[in-house]
C-alpha cells in the first residue's frame, strides 16, 4: 500500500465542483497531507491563488488551508498532468458539473481522469452540495480475492485512522462465475448447516481481507444477491454509508466496467475508486 | 583445535574404540560429553564398537544404560578383555551376544598358572603378590599390592612404571616386569595352556584365554561382515598401542590381520611411540572427543523416516498463498482419533489458527450455551529468531515452500527455503504426527541448516502452552513436552527455549515430544492420569525412544492400509482422494475410546463446534462397519452412552422411546443452536434441533448395519438392541393416524432444509417404517437367541409384548408418498405442487441456490438440497423396483442443488449403480473437490467429514457396487472408463475379504469364507 501523500481537488467554480471539497479537506486530514485545489481555465495565463479563490467559491478560511494552482488546457488532461507531478496522490472531483451535470454518471472529465489516471480518485456525486462530510461508515464491495483485498488496502487504513466501520459488501450474483484467482472466497458452495457455516464463512471472509491490512479497522461482512451495481447502491443507500470503496481497471470502454459504472450511477455517497492492478 | 591427519577427515561407518583412557579418563568421569557424540553417531546410522578389559556393568554404569531408543541396537560393548559382546535391542538391558566360556580344565590352568607365577615370584623377591581370581577366562597378578597403588589413573603410568620396576628389581628380581611376563609365558606353556594371552597394565600381570584381538575379531567378522562394511570404513581407537616397558600395549591387540585395511589411531601419550599402521595423535580423551565430533559432522543430520515419494500417497501445497491458509491447515491436519492437531505453520503468520483438539473435550465459550470442541494449545509453535530476526514467512523472501501430507505414514512433511531481509538463507525442513501407536502423544521434528551464516540462533517452542487445562464442564487436559537438540556433534535434551551457535551448512534438528492426557473431573483415576502426561512420556521415550515412537507410529499406518486402503489404477486423482477419504477418517476414530464420535469436522477444525451429526451414522460409519469395526463398534457406542439424553429428550417433547440429539457433543443433549445472525444480518431462527427427526431412524439403521456386517452379537445384545427398540418406540409415539387410515409423520424437516417445515417427508417416513420393523424383527430374534438375557432386558425397557405387532401394524400402515401408477415417491405431501423452477439456467453456479434466490423463492420451489428419496434409492434399494429407481433418480436428481456437502457422493453411488457411470463420476469428482480443490474455501473450518465417507460409499458401494447375499459379499461394478483396476480389502463377519474388480467387470473376492466355493 502506497500513502498518498497529496490531495488533489479539481474545481471549475461550479456549485457542483465544489461539492467535492468536503470530501478532499477531509481526506487531507485524515492523511496529514496537503490539500491541493486545482483550477484549469481554458485558455490564457494562469493567475495567481489571491485571484483564484474567488472564482471557485473558496471562502478565506478554505484558502488559509490549501494551496491554490491553476492549469491551462483541456481540462481532463490537465489534470492528469498535476497528478502525475505529484508522487501518490488521491484526486477527490465531481462526477460531472457544467453542461454535463444532468448526465447519468461521468462527465468527460471525470471520465478521462478515471481512465488516465493510475492514482486512487474519488468521484463525489454533484447534487450533495458543501455540507460538511465526515467519514463513519465506508462500504467495501468485494469479490473476496486477494488482489481485491491488497487494493483495497489503502481504503482500509483510511477507515482505520478515522475509526470508521467498514460494511464489507459481498455480492452474489446468479450469473457469474467465482473468482478463480488462487486464495480467492466467494460464497461457499456447500452450505451444510446454515447456522455453523455462515458465521463461519463470515469469519473467514473477513479474515482474508483483513490479511491485507493489519491491524484492521472494524470489519462487517454483509451478503446480498443479485445484479451487483444495483446491490451496492440499495445497500448504501439503506445503511447510509459515507463513502464507497470500488477497485477497477478503469477501462471505461463499452461493455467494461459495469459495475463502476453502475455505482456511479445515482450513487448515493462519494465513490472511492481504487487501481485494480 | 589440533589439526587431524587427513584419513580422519572421511566418515567411517563402523567405530571401534577402547574405553578407559581413550574415551573417559577413568571411570569416575561424567562420560555424557561423550555419549551425547556417540548418540549422536548411533542415529546417523553408525555402528559403535567398546573395546574394553573391564566388565559390562561398569560400562554400563557410566555410559550406556542412558542411551535409550532404537539407536540403541547400533551399539555394542565387546568387555572382560575379548570374552563377552553385549549388544542391544532398543530397550535398555544389555543382551549377551557373545561369550567366551572356559572349560573347566581351563579353569583350574589358569588358577594353576596364577598361582605358580605368584609363587615363582614371591620364591625370587619374597615380595607381597596377590592373585585376583574372579575374572572371566583370565587371572590378574597384583604386582604392586600396596595402598599408594591401589587403583592408579591412567595418567600416573610412568609413574606406576618406576615404581613397580623399582620393587621388583629392589627385591631381586633383576629383569623387572619383563621378567614376570617370561616366567607367566613359560607357566603357560609348561602348565598345558601354550595360547593363554599374557598381558599387562604395569600394576597387573594378566594371565586369560582371550584378549582385545578376540574383540576386534568379533567386530570384523559378525559387525562389519553381515552389513558388508568394507575395513576401510572401521575406526580403531584406542591409547595403548605402543610398547610399555617393552612389552606391547594392550590395544596393540585390536592390530589384527583380519583388520587389515582399517585405520588405527592412537590418542595416548605412547612414551615408546606405536608402529604402523597405527597413527598417534595424542590429547587423550579430549581428542578423542574431536575425533568423534569430526565424524558426526561428516555424518548429516537425519529425520528418522523418509517422506512418501509416490505421488498417490500424497497431497502437496501448490504455491505458498497465503490467504488459503485456514484451509491447508485443516487438509494437513494430523490426528489419531484421540487427538488432532491442524497443519499450522509452526512458526506462526497473520492468518495462522492453530488448535488442538481431545476428542470429546468440550467446553462453551464464554457467553454461549453452545459447547464446543476446546481449542488445546499450539504445541507445534516453534519460533527461530536468527540474530534478532525471527525467521518467518512475512519477512524477506520464500525461496522454496511446500507442505506435503504423507498419507502412507500419517506424516505432515514441510520445506522452506528462506532468505531473510539481511540475505540469510535458512533451510528447513520438518515432520509432524500424531500417533496412531499411542494415541496420546504427538510428535515433531525440525531440522534447519543454516545455508550461508552462522552464530546464534534463538528457539522458543509453545511459549504460551499452559501445562493443564479445565474446562467449564469438567474436564481436564494435561500436556507434557519433551525437546531434543540434535546438532552436527551432539543430541542433547534441552529445554523449550534456548539459543545455540550454528555454523554455515551445517544441520540442527529439534525433536518435540508431547503427551496429552484427560480426565473427567472426580474421576477416580483423574489426578493419576493428569499427572500421567509427564510419566507416559518419558516411559515412551524410554521404551522406544523418538526413533522407535516413529517407527511404531509408521507401522500401525501400515496396518491401516492393510485394513482399508482402496486402490484405483487409471486415475490418479481419484486415487488421492479416496486416500485423503480414508486417512482423515481414521484420523478422526479412537476404536478404544466409545464415549467420543466424530464431528462434522472431525479434529480438523473448529467448524460446527465438533458437533455429531446423522453424519456420522448414515455417510462414514459404513466405512468403518466396512474396514474398521472396532471403530464402528466405538462409534455406536457413543450412541448407546447417549441413549439416556435421548430418552429425555423424547419425554421433554412429549413423545415415548429415544429421540437422538440433531447435534450432540459430550452428553448427548441436543446442542443445535436456536437461532443465528445470517451475513445479511437477518436472524434466522434454527429448526433442525427440534424437526430433523430422522437421526433417531439414522442411528437405528447404523446399528443394524453394522451387526449384520460384523456380526458382532454381543454388541447388539449389549447395546444395539436397545437402540433399534428405543428409536422405534419414539415413532410409535410419533405417528399419528389420518382419516385415510395411514399413519403420518407430521411437522418434520427432512436432510432437505430448502424445505423445513414439511409432513411425511419421504426420508423420515420410510426411515421410520424400517425402524420399526426392524425393532420388531429384533424383540423377535432377541427372545428367540438369548432368551435369558431378553427376559433381563425387556424388564429394564418395560417391554409390553404387543408392542412388536403395533410396530408392525404402523409400518404397514406408514404412508409412503409413492404414486402408484408411475412409482415417483413425493418427496413430501405437497411437494409436487410446488414451482418447478428449473436449475438449467444455474448450471455453471457454484452458489446455492438459496444465496442466489433467496431462501423464501427456494422454499416455494420444487429445488432441494440433498438427496430425500434418493437417499432411500441408495440405503434401500432393493425397496423399489428398477424402473422406479431410474425415475425417482432421474426427477429428483434434475431438482437437486447440491448445497450440501453429503448431497453428490449419494448421487454418485446411485448413479453408479443405476449404470450411469459419466454422470456418477462427475458427482464423484464433484465431492472429492470439495476439500482438496484450491479455491473453494469450503474447508476451512475443517475437513467436511461426512463427505469423505460419502467418496468411499460412492466407490466401494457404487463404482464397485459392493453387496452381500447369503453367500458373502459380491461386487457389480460399474467402473468409470479409465479405472482399470478397483481394490480393496473389507471385513464381513470377522473375516477379511479382499475384493477387486477391472475394467472387463470381472470381479473377484477372496477370502477365508470363500473358500468352500463361493463365487
Given at each position: 500500500?502506497?500513502?498518498?501523500?497529496?490531495?488533489?481537488?479539481?474545481?471549475?467554480?461550479?456549485?457542483?465542483?465544489?461539492?467535492?471539497?468536503?470530501?478532499?479537506?477531509?481526506?487531507?486530514?485524515?492523511?496529514?497531507?496537503?490539500?491541493?485545489?486545482?483550477?484549469?481555465?481554458?485558455?490564457?495565463?494562469?493567475?495567481?491563488?489571491?485571484?483564484?479563490?474567488?472564482?471557485?467559491?473558496?471562502?478565506?478560511?478554505?484558502?488559509?488551508?490549501?494551496?491554490?494552482?491553476?492549469?491551462?488546457?483541456?481540462?481532463?488532461?490537465?489534470?492528469?498532468?498535476?497528478?502525475?507531478?505529484?508522487?501518490?496522490?488521491?484526486?477527490?472531483?465531481?462526477?460531472?458539473?457544467?453542461?454535463?451535470?444532468?448526465?447519468?454518471?461521468?462527465?468527460?472529465?471525470?471520465?478521462?481522469?478515471?481512465?488516465?489516471?493510475?492514482?486512487?480518485?474519488?468521484?463525489?456525486?454533484?447534487?450533495?452540495?458543501?455540507?460538511?462530510?465526515?467519514?463513519?461508515?465506508?462500504?467495501?464491495?468485494?469479490?473476496?480475492?486477494?488482489?481485491?483485498?491488497?487494493?483495497?488496502?489503502?481504503?482500509?487504513?483510511l477507515a482505520r485512522r478515522v475509526a470508521a466501520t467498514v460494511r464489507v459488501l459481498h455480492v452474489a450474483c446468479p450469473r457469474d462465475a467465482p473468482p478463480r484467482e488462487p486464495g480467492a472466497l466467494a460464497t461457499p458452495r456447500y452450505v451444510d448447516q446454515q447456522h455453523h457455516e455462515w458465521p463461519a464463512w463470515a469469519k473467514e471472509f473477513v479474515d482474508r481481507l483483513a490479511l491485507a491490512t493489519f491491524p484492521p479497522p472494524s470489519l462487517r461482512l454483509a451478503l446480498v444477491h443479485g445484479e451487483p451495481a444495483s446491490a451496492i447502491r440499495t445497500f448504501a443507500a439503506e445503511h447510509q454509508v459515507d463513502l464507497i470503496v470500488l477497485c477497477s481497471h478503469r477501462d471505461l470502454d463499452p461493455g467494461r466496467a459495469t459495475v463502476l459504472l453502475g455505482v456511479l450511477r445515482d450513487a448515493p455517497a462519494p465513490v472511492l475508486v481504487l487501481p485494480y492492478d | 583445535m589440533t589439526s587431524r591427519p587427513s584419513f580422519l577427515e572421511r566418515a567411517y561407518r563402523l567405530l571401534a574404540f577402547d574405553w578407559d583412557g581413550t574415551a573417559v579418563v577413568d571411570r569416575n568421569e561424567d562420560a555424557a560429553a561423550v555419549r551425547h557424540v556417540l548418540e549422536r553417531l548411533l542415529r546417523a546410522d553408525v555402528l559403535i564398537a567398546v573395546v574394553t578389559g573391564t566388565n559390562v556393568g561398569n560400562i554400563e554404569a557410566q555410559f550406556s544404560l542412558a542411551i535409550q531408543g532404537p539407536h540403541k541396537s547400533k551399539l555394542w560393548l565387546c568387555t572382560n578383555?575379548?570374552?563377552?559382546?553385549?549388544?542391544?535391542?532398543?530397550?535398555?538391558?544389555?543382551?549377551?551376544?557373545?561369550?567366551?566360556?572356559?572349560?573347566?580344565?581351563?579353569?583350574?590352568?589358569?588358577?594353576?598358572?596364577?598361582?605358580?607365577?605368584?609363587?615363582?615370584?614371591?620364591?625370587?623377591?619374597?615380595?607381597?603378590?596377590?592373585?585376583?581370581?574372579?575374572?572371566?577366562?583370565?587371572?590378574?597378578?597384583?604386582?604392586?599390592?600396596?595402598?599408594?597403588?591401589?587403583?592408579?589413573?591412567?595418567?600416573?603410568?610412568?609413574?606406576?612404571?618406576?615404581?613397580?620396576?623399582?620393587?621388583?628389581?629392589?627385591?631381586?628380581?633383576?629383569?623387572?616386569?619383563?621378567?614376570?611376563?617370561?616366567?607367566?609365558?613359560?607357566?603357560?606353556?609348561?602348565?598345558?595352556?601354550?595360547?593363554?594371552?599374557?598381558?599387562?597394565?604395569?600394576?597387573?600381570?594378566?594371565?586369560?584365554?582371550?584378549?582385545?584381538?578376540?574383540?576386534?575379531?568379533?567386530?570384523?567378522?559378525?559387525?562389519?561382515?553381515?552389513?558388508?562394511?568394507?575395513?576401510?570404513?572401521?575406526?580403531?581407537?584406542?591409547?595403548?598401542?605402543?610398547?610399555?616397558?617393552?612389552?606391547?600395549?594392550?590395544?596393540?591387540?585390536?592390530?589384527?590381520?583380519?583388520?587389515?585395511?582399517?585405520?588405527?589411531?592412537?590418542?595416548?601419550?605412547?612414551?615408546?611411540?606405536?608402529?604402523?599402521?597405527?597413527?598417534?595423535?595424542?590429547?587423550?580423551?579430549?581428542?578423542?572427543?574431536?575425533?568423534?565430533?569430526?565424524?558426526?559432522?561428516?555424518?548429516?543430520?537425519?529425520?528418522?523416516?523418509?517422506?512418501?515419494?509416490?505421488?498417490?500417497?500424497?497431497?502437496?501445497?501448490?504455491?505458498?498463498?497465503?490467504?488459503?491458509?485456514?484451509?491447508?491447515?485443516?487438509?494437513?491436519?494430523?490426528?489419531?482419533?484421540?487427538?488432532?492437531?491442524?497443519?499450522?505453520?509452526?512458526?506462526?503468520?497473520?492468518?495462522?489458527?492453530?488448535?488442538?483438539?481431545?476428542?470429546?473435550?468440550?467446553?462453551?465459550?464464554?457467553?454461549?450455551?453452545?459447547?464446543?470442541?476446546?481449542?488445546?494449545?499450539?504445541?507445534?509453535?516453534?519460533?527461530?529468531?536468527?540474530?534478532?530476526?525471527?525467521?518467518?514467512?512475512?519477512?524477506?523472501?520464500?525461496?522454496?515452500?511446500?507442505?506435503?501430507?504423507?498419507?502412507?505414514?500419517?506424516?505432515?512433511?514441510?520445506?522452506?527455503?528462506?532468505?531473510?531481509?539481511?540475505?540469510?538463507?535458512?533451510?528447513?525442513?520438518?515432520?509432524?504426527?500424531?500417533?496412531?501407536?499411542?494415541?496420546?502423544?504427538?510428535?515433531?521434528?525440525?531440522?534447519?541448516?543454516?545455508?550461508?551464516?552462522?552464530?546464534?540462533?534463538?528457539?522458543?517452542?509453545?511459549?504460551?502452552?499452559?501445562?493443564?487445562?479445565?474446562?467449564?464442564?469438567?474436564?481436564?487436559?494435561?500436556?507434557?513436552?519433551?525437546?531434543?537438540?540434535?546438532?552436527?556433534?551432539?543430541?542433547?535434551?534441552?529445554?523449550?527455549?534456548?539459543?545455540?551457535?550454528?555454523?554455515?551448512?551445517?544441520?540442527?534438528?529439534?525433536?518435540?515430544?508431547?503427551?496429552?492426557?484427560?480426565?473427567?473431573?472426580?474421576?477416580?483415576?483423574?489426578?493419576?492420569?493428569?499427572?500421567?502426561?509427564?510419566?507416559?512420556?518419558?516411559?515412551?521415550?524410554?521404551?522406544?525412544?523418538?526413533?522407535?515412537?516413529?517407527?511404531?507410529?509408521?507401522?500401525?499406518?501400515?496396518?491401516?492400509?492393510?485394513?482399508?486402503?482402496?486402490?484405483?489404477?487409471?486415475?490418479?486423482?481419484?486415487?488421492?482422494?479416496?486416500?485423503?477419504?480414508?486417512?482423515?477418517?481414521?484420523?478422526?476414530?479412537?476404536?478404544?475410546?466409545?464415549?467420543?464420535?466424530?464431528?462434522?469436522?472431525?479434529?480438523?477444525?473448529?467448524?460446527?463446534?465438533?458437533?455429531?451429526?446423522?453424519?456420522?451414522?448414515?455417510?462414514?460409519?459404513?466405512?468403518?462397519?466396512?474396514?474398521?469395526?472396532?471403530?464402528?463398534?466405538?462409534?455406536?457406542?457413543?450412541?448407546?452412552?447417549?441413549?439416556?439424553?435421548?430418552?429425555?429428550?423424547?419425554?421433554?417433547?412429549?413423545?415415548?422411546?429415544?429421540?437422538?440429539?440433531?447435534?450432540?457433543?459430550?452428553?448427548?443433549?441436543?446442542?443445535?443452536?436456536?437461532?443465528?445472525?445470517?451475513?445479511?444480518?437477518?436472524?434466522?431462527?434454527?429448526?433442525?434441533?427440534?424437526?430433523?427427526?430422522?437421526?433417531?431412524?439414522?442411528?437405528?439403521?447404523?446399528?443394524?448395519?453394522?451387526?449384520?456386517?460384523?456380526?458382532?452379537?454381543?454388541?447388539?445384545?449389549?447395546?444395539?438392541?436397545?437402540?433399534?427398540?428405543?428409536?422405534?418406540?419414539?415413532?410409535?409415539?410419533?405417528?399419528?393416524?389420518?382419516?385415510?387410515?395411514?399413519?403420518?409423520?407430521?411437522?418434520?424437516?427432512?436432510?432437505?432444509?430448502?424445505?423445513?417445515?414439511?409432513?411425511?417427508?419421504?426420508?423420515?417416513?420410510?426411515?421410520?417404517?424400517?425402524?420399526?420393523?426392524?425393532?420388531?424383527?429384533?424383540?423377535?430374534?432377541?427372545?428367540?437367541?438369548?432368551?435369558?438375557?431378553?427376559?433381563?432386558?425387556?424388564?429394564?425397557?418395560?417391554?409390553?409384548?404387543?408392542?412388536?405387532?403395533?410396530?408392525?401394524?404402523?409400518?404397514?400402515?406408514?404412508?409412503?408418498?409413492?404414486?402408484?401408477?408411475?412409482?415417483?415417491?413425493?418427496?413430501?405431501?405437497?411437494?409436487?405442487?410446488?414451482?418447478?423452477?428449473?436449475?438449467?439456467?444455474?448450471?455453471?453456479?457454484?452458489?446455492?441456490?438459496?444465496?442466489?434466490?433467496?431462501?423464501?423463492?427456494?422454499?416455494?420451489?420444487?429445488?432441494?438440497?440433498?438427496?430425500?428419496?434418493?437417499?432411500?434409492?441408495?440405503?434401500?434399494?432393493?425397496?423399489?423396483?428398477?424402473?422406479?429407481?431410474?425415475?425417482?433418480?432421474?426427477?429428483?436428481?434434475?431438482?437437486?442443488?447440491?448445497?450440501?456437502?453429503?448431497?453428490?457422493?449419494?448421487?454418485?453411488?446411485?448413479?453408479?449403480?443405476?449404470?450411469?457411470?459419466?454422470?456418477?463420476?462427475?458427482?464423484?469428482?464433484?465431492?472429492?473437490?470439495?476439500?482438496?480443490?484450491?479455491?473453494?474455501?469450503?474447508?476451512?473450518?475443517?475437513?467436511?467429514?461426512?463427505?469423505?465417507?460419502?467418496?468411499?460409499?460412492?466407490?466401494?458401494?457404487?463404482?464397485?457396487?459392493?453387496?452381500?447375499?447369503?453367500?458373502?459379499?459380491?461386487?457389480?461394478?460399474?467402473?468409470?472408463?479409465?479405472?482399470?483396476?478397483?481394490?480393496?480389502?473389507?471385513?464381513?463377519?470377522?473375516?477379511?475379504?479382499?475384493?477387486?474388480?477391472?475394467?472387463?467387470?470381472?470381479?473377484?473376492?477372496?477370502?477365508?469364507?470363500?473358500?468352500?466355493?463361493?463365487?
Amino acid at each position: 500500500m502506497i500513502e498518498p501523500r497529496v490531495v488533489l481537488a479539481p474545481l471549475d467554480g461550479s456549485c457542483a465542483a465544489a461539492s467535492a471539497l468536503p470530501i478532499a479537506r477531509a481526506l487531507a486530514q485524515a492523511w496529514d497531507v496537503s490539500l491541493h485545489v486545482v483550477h484549469i481555465a481554458p485558455g490564457g495565463d494562469a493567475r495567481a491563488a489571491l485571484d483564484l479563490a474567488p472564482e471557485l467559491g473558496l471562502d478565506p478560511a478554505d484558502v488559509g488551508n490549501v494551496v491554490l494552482d491553476e492549469r491551462v488546457g483541456d481540462a481532463g488532461e490537465a489534470i492528469v498532468r498535476a497528478a502525475d507531478e505529484w508522487r501518490d496522490p488521491v484526486i477527490v472531483l465531481c462526477s460531472r458539473t457544467g453542461a454535463h451535470a444532468e448526465l447519468p454518471t461521468l462527465g468527460p472529465v471525470s471520465a478521462r481522469v478515471l481512465a488516465r489516471c493510475r492514482y486512487p480518485v474519488v468521484i463525489v456525486p454533484p447534487h450533495r452540495g458543501r455540507q460538511p462530510w465526515a467519514l463513519r461508515v465506508m462500504l467495501v464491495p468485494h469479490v473476496g480475492t486477494p488482489t481485491a483485498s491488497c487494493a483495497t488496502a489503502l481504503a482500509m487504513d483510511l477507515a482505520r485512522r478515522v475509526a470508521a466501520t467498514v460494511r464489507v459488501l459481498h455480492v452474489a450474483c446468479p450469473r457469474d462465475a467465482p473468482p478463480r484467482e488462487p486464495g480467492a472466497l466467494a460464497t461457499p458452495r456447500y452450505v451444510d448447516q446454515q447456522h455453523h457455516e455462515w458465521p463461519a464463512w463470515a469469519k473467514e471472509f473477513v479474515d482474508r481481507l483483513a490479511l491485507a491490512t493489519f491491524p484492521p479497522p472494524s470489519l462487517r461482512l454483509a451478503l446480498v444477491h443479485g445484479e451487483p451495481a444495483s446491490a451496492i447502491r440499495t445497500f448504501a443507500a439503506e445503511h447510509q454509508v459515507d463513502l464507497i470503496v470500488l477497485c477497477s481497471h478503469r477501462d471505461l470502454d463499452p461493455g467494461r466496467a459495469t459495475v463502476l459504472l453502475g455505482v456511479l450511477r445515482d450513487a448515493p455517497a462519494p465513490v472511492l475508486v481504487l487501481p485494480y492492478d | 583445535m589440533t589439526s587431524r591427519p587427513s584419513f580422519l577427515e572421511r566418515a567411517y561407518r563402523l567405530l571401534a574404540f577402547d574405553w578407559d583412557g581413550t574415551a573417559v579418563v577413568d571411570r569416575n568421569e561424567d562420560a555424557a560429553a561423550v555419549r551425547h557424540v556417540l548418540e549422536r553417531l548411533l542415529r546417523a546410522d553408525v555402528l559403535i564398537a567398546v573395546v574394553t578389559g573391564t566388565n559390562v556393568g561398569n560400562i554400563e554404569a557410566q555410559f550406556s544404560l542412558a542411551i535409550q531408543g532404537p539407536h540403541k541396537s547400533k551399539l555394542w560393548l565387546c568387555t572382560n578383555r575379548g570374552s563377552e559382546v553385549y549388544g542391544f535391542d532398543g530397550a535398555s538391558p544389555s543382551i549377551l551376544r557373545y561369550q567366551r566360556r572356559a572349560t573347566e580344565d581351563e579353569d583350574r590352568k589358569l588358577t594353576r598358572i596364577a598361582e605358580e607365577v605368584r609363587a615363582d615370584i614371591v620364591a625370587r623377591t619374597g615380595l607381597p603378590i596377590e592373585v585376583i581370581p574372579n575374572r572371566l577366562n583370565r587371572r590378574k597378578i597384583d604386582l604392586i599390592p600396596t595402598a599408594e597403588w591401589r587403583d592408579p589413573p591412567k595418567s600416573a603410568l610412568p609413574e606406576l612404571l618406576d615404581a613397580v620396576e623399582a620393587r621388583l628389581r629392589g627385591a631381586g628380581l633383576a629383569g623387572g616386569l619383563r621378567e614376570v611376563f617370561e616366567i607367566a609365558e613359560r607357566a603357560c606353556r609348561e602348565l598345558g595352556l601354550p595360547d593363554a594371552r599374557v598381558t599387562s597394565d604395569v600394576k597387573h600381570i594378566e594371565i586369560g584365554l582371550t584378549d582385545k584381538s578376540d574383540s576386534l575379531k568379533w567386530v570384523v567378522h559378525d559387525i562389519a561382515e553381515p552389513r558388508a562394511i568394507p575395513r576401510r570404513d572401521l575406526l580403531v581407537v584406542g591409547d595403548e598401542f605402543g610398547p610399555t616397558a617393552g612389552f606391547p600395549g594392550s590395544d596393540d591387540k585390536m592390530v589384527i590381520p583380519e583388520a587389515r585395511g582399517a585405520a588405527f589411531v592412537s590418542v595416548g601419550r605412547e612414551p615408546g611411540g606405536v608402529l604402523p599402521p597405527v597413527v598417534h595423535v595424542g590429547g587423550g580423551p579430549p581428542r578423542f572427543r574431536d575425533i568423534l565430533a569430526a565424524q558426526a559432522e561428516l555424518h548429516p543430520v537425519t529425520f528418522p523416516l523418509a517422506p512418501t515419494s509416490d505421488g498417490d500417497w500424497v497431497i502437496a501445497e501448490g504455491p505458498l498463498v497465503p490467504s488459503r491458509e485456514h484451509e491447508v491447515e485443516s487438509i494437513f491436519s494430523v490426528g489419531n482419533g484421540y487427538v488432532g492437531s491442524r497443519g499450522s505453520l509452526a512458526e506462526g503468520s497473520l492468518l495462522s489458527a492453530p488448535a488442538t483438539f481431545v476428542a470429546g473435550v468440550f467446553d462453551e465459550a464464554p457467553g454461549s450455551t453452545m459447547p464446543e470442541l476446546v481449542v488445546g494449545p499450539d504445541w507445534a509453535h516453534v519460533q527461530a529468531t536468527i540474530q534478532g530476526a525471527p525467521l518467518t514467512l512475512s519477512r524477506g523472501e520464500a525461496i522454496e515452500h511446500r507442505r506435503v501430507l504423507d498419507m502412507r505414514q500419517g506424516v505432515l512433511w514441510r520445506e522452506w527455503r528462506h532468505r531473510d531481509e539481511a540475505g540469510r538463507v535458512t533451510r528447513v525442513r520438518g515432520l509432524r504426527f500424531a500417533s496412531l501407536a499411542d494415541r496420546h502423544l504427538l510428535g515433531q521434528s525440525i531440522a534447519m541448516t543454516p545455508e550461508n551464516y552462522g552464530g546464534e540462533v534463538a528457539v522458543e517452542g509453545a511459549p504460551q502452552l499452559p501445562l493443564s487445562v479445565e474446562t467449564h464442564r469438567g474436564v481436564q487436559m494435561a500436556f507434557s513436552i519433551v525437546n531434543f537438540l540434535e546438532g552436527p556433534c551432539a543430541f542433547r535434551r534441552v529445554p523449550i527455549a534456548f539459543t545455540t551457535g550454528v555454523r554455515p551448512g551445517r544441520t540442527y534438528r529439534l525433536d518435540r515430544m508431547i503427551s496429552v492426557e484427560t480426565a473427567r473431573r472426580g474421576e477416580p483415576d483423574g489426578p493419576v492420569a493428569l499427572q500421567g502426561a509427564d510419566a507416559h512420556l518419558e516411559d515412551a521415550l524410554a521404551r522406544e525412544g523418538l526413533e522407535g515412537i516413529v517407527g511404531a507410529h509408521v507401522r500401525a499406518w501400515e496396518e491401516v492400509w492393510r485394513s482399508c486402503d482402496v486402490e484405483v489404477q487409471g486415475d490418479a486423482a481419484a486415487q488421492r482422494a479416496l486416500r485423503f477419504a480414508v486417512y482423515h477418517l481414521v484420523s478422526a476414530a479412537d476404536p478404544e475410546d466409545e464415549h467420543v464420535s466424530i464431528g462434522a469436522r472431525g479434529l480438523t477444525g473448529h467448524g460446527y463446534g465438533g458437533h455429531v451429526f446423522w453424519d456420522t451414522d448414515v455417510y462414514m460409519l459404513p466405512f468403518f462397519t466396512w474396514t474398521r469395526p472396532a471403530s464402528a463398534r466405538a462409534l455406536l457406542m457413543y450412541r448407546y452412552h447417549t441413549l439416556a439424553a435421548a430418552r429425555d429428550r423424547a419425554k421433554r417433547m412429549g413423545y415415548a422411546g429415544a429421540l437422538y440429539a440433531w447435534e450432540s457433543a459430550d452428553t448427548g443433549e441436543d446442542v443445535t443452536p436456536a437461532a443465528y445472525a445470517a451475513p445479511d444480518g437477518e436472524v434466522v431462527l434454527v429448526f433442525t434441533g427440534t424437526r430433523e427427526q430422522h437421526i433417531s431412524a439414522d442411528v437405528a439403521w447404523a446399528v443394524w448395519t453394522y451387526w449384520q456386517t460384523s456380526a458382532d452379537d454381543a454388541f447388539l445384545i449389549d447395546a444395539g438392541a436397545e437402540i433399534v427398540i428405543e428409536t422405534a418406540r419414539f415413532w410409535a409415539s410419533r405417528a399419528v393416524r389420518r382419516s385415510d387410515a395411514a399413519w403420518h409423520i407430521e411437522g418434520v424437516e427432512g436432510p432437505d432444509e430448502y424445505h423445513d417445515l414439511v409432513d411425511d417427508d419421504a426420508y423420515t417416513n420410510w426411515m421410520a417404517r424400517w425402524n420399526l420393523e426392524r425393532a420388531a424383527e429384533v424383540t423377535d430374534l432377541f427372545a428367540r437367541r438369548w432368551p435369558q438375557r431378553w427376559r433381563a432386558l425387556a424388564t429394564r425397557l418395560a417391554f409390553d409384548a404387543d408392542e412388536p405387532r403395533r410396530w408392525r401394524e404402523l409400518a404397514a400402515g406408514m404412508y409412503l408418498g409413492i404414486d402408484p401408477s408411475t412409482g415417483l415417491v413425493e418427496q413430501f405431501r405437497g411437494y409436487l405442487g410446488l414451482d418447478p423452477l428449473d436449475l438449467t439456467p444455474y448450471a455453471r453456479r457454484r452458489t446455492p441456490m438459496t444465496v442466489l434466490l433467496g431462501r423464501e423463492r427456494i422454499a416455494r420451489s420444487q429445488i432441494i438440497k440433498q438427496p430425500d428419496v434418493v437417499m432411500l434409492l441408495h440405503l434401500f434399494p432393493e425397496r423399489l423396483p428398477p424402473a422406479a429407481r431410474e425415475l425417482n433418480f432421474r426427477f429428483y436428481d434434475a431438482r437437486t442443488d447440491h448445497g450440501s456437502s453429503l448431497s453428490p457422493a449419494i448421487h454418485a453411488a446411485v448413479a453408479a449403480r443405476l449404470g450411469d457411470v459419466k454422470l456418477a463420476e462427475r458427482y464423484f469428482r464433484q465431492t472429492a473437490a470439495i476439500d482438496l480443490d484450491n479455491d473453494m474455501g469450503n474447508a476451512a473450518a475443517g475437513v467436511h467429514f461426512g463427505a469423505l465417507g460419502g467418496l468411499w460409499q460412492a466407490a466401494v458401494l457404487g463404482f464397485a457396487g459392493l453387496t452381500t447375499g447369503p453367500r458373502g459379499p459380491s461386487l457389480s461394478p460399474q467402473l468409470p472408463a479409465n479405472w482399470r483396476q478397483m481394490t480393496f480389502p473389507i471385513a464381513w463377519r470377522g473375516q477379511r475379504y479382499e475384493m477387486s474388480t477391472d475394467e472387463t467387470a470381472a470381479a473377484t473376492a477372496s477370502g477365508p469364507a470363500l473358500a468352500a466355493g463361493a463365487p
